[in-house]
């Protein structure tokens, strides 16, 4: 079965950084695409950033651009995101996907991408 577990939210004050981990189990993720998304109550799911499947790329929104930072160790099977200079606005639940396959077949700025999912970790920023 698989399944991919985030960790590393909490609350924190504007201004702060944390780095959130996402762990897959069951398969390899080590040449697929991955991604994280944020989710508010009365709000669509949200781009946050994602990485291609060599980790030579990566993509990101344009509201976390210059603070938020995804990579991967492959290795481990993991997938990370460090947010710096965090804003109350960034305050979401916060999961991570995989694609299943190598190759996007549209944008990886899509959910539909992504096969896999994890539960989210919540992040609250305090102003």
């Known amino acids: 079965q698989v399944q991919l577990l985030e960790s590393g939210g909490g609350l924190v004050q504007a201004g702060e950084s944390l780095r959130l981990s996402c762990v897959a189990s069951?398969?390899?993720?080590?040449?697929?695409?991955m991604a994280w998304f944020r989710h508010t109550p009365g709000k669509a799911r949200a781009f946050v950033g994602a990485?291609?499947?060599?980790?030579?790329?990566?993509f990101y929104a344009d509201s976390v651009k210059g603070r938020f930072t995804i990579s991967r160790d492959s290795a481990e099977n993991t997938l990370y995101l460090q947010m710096n200079g965090l804003r109350p606005e960034d305050t979401a639940v916060y999961s991570c996907a995989a694609r299943g396959s190598r190759l996007y077949a549209g944008s990886a700025y899509r959910p539909e991408e992504y096969d896999y999912w994890g539960q989210g970790t919540q992040v609250t920023v305090s102003s």
């Open positions: 069951g398969r390899t993720f080590s040449k697929n695409p």
């Open positions: 990485i291609n499947w060599n980790g030579e790329t990566t």
